[in-house]
């Protein structure tokens, strides 16, 4: 299931605050046609009827993730452009830390080699 179906479905639904005077029921027609009457709880009632503002609040959060993601995906794919030093150490599964004396004594060696 993808995020933009889950917008699809929240920017469809009708819009809230969503309440229930009541216990809640509803009913499903099976593959079969039988047309199915179901009651749900307090509990579970109360669960649906904030879907309506947590599920839009979820996926505003989810954006604000991916796009934190997104940025420090692009830094680090600059910081391992920059020093190849660095670039060199990732090749050999070294320490991505530039200021690391051993990392920095093997490159040394390497190059002399």
């Given at each position: 299931m993808s995020n933009e179906a889950i917008r699809e479905r929240e920017m469809k639904a009708t819009k809230g605050p969503w309440g229930?005077?009541?216990?809640?029921?509803?009913?499903?027609?099976g593959n079969n046609g039988?047309?199915?009457?179901?009651?749900?709880s307090p509990e579970d009632a109360d669960f649906v009827i904030h879907a309506r503002q947590?599920?839009?609040?979820?996926?505003?959060?989810?954006?604000?993730r991916d796009?934190?993601?997104?940025?420090?995906?692009?830094?680090?794919?600059?910081?391992?452009?920059?020093?190849?030093?660095?670039?060199?150490?990732?090749q050999h599964d070294w320490c991505a830390t530039a200021s690391c004396a051993i990392?920095?004594?093997?490159?040394?060696?390497e190059q002399e080699s």
């Open positions: 229930s005077l009541h216990a809640v029921s509803f009913w499903v027609v039988e047309v199915c009457n179901y009651r749900i947590d599920i839009p609040d979820l996926l505003a959060q989810v954006d604000e796009k934190r993601i997104e940025e420090l995906e692009a830094e680090v794919k600059k910081l391992k452009g920059g020093d190849s030093r660095q670039q060199k150490r990732s990392c920095n004594e093997r490159w040394r060696r």
